[in-house]
């Protein structure tokens, strides 16, 4: 699900780049860097999301190690959370 939500945010940047994103870019990060943060980001939260409607999904969690290779330069993300429910607790979405 993680994987799918990302691949579905880069499919769709690439192809408008005038998209509107869903969190604030962070200035001191590359497009190339916010890009994958956003992206990200958007996982959690569809995992946060589905495991509040879906029973089968309570308490899981997300966990990514993300490379991303441009010709200048290479970009590593990773991102673990606890249990959903946790996230819950503390009143947190990403």
């Known amino acids: 699900m993680a994987a799918e939500t ?51 999904y309570k308490g899981m969690g997300t966990t990514i190690v993300s490379t991303l290779v441009s010709a200048t330069r290479s970009t590593s993300a990773t991102s673990a959370t606890r249990a959903c429910t946790a996230c819950a607790k503390a009143g947190s979405r990403s």
């Open 6 to 56: 990302i691949g579905e945010f880069y499919q769709r940047t690439r192809e408008d780049e005038e998209a509107t994103w869903p969190y604030k870019m962070d200035r001191s990060l590359s497009y190339i860097e916010n890009r994958l943060v956003c992206g990200i980001k958007l996982a959690n939260l569809r995992i946060f999301e589905t495991s509040n409607r879906d029973l089968r």
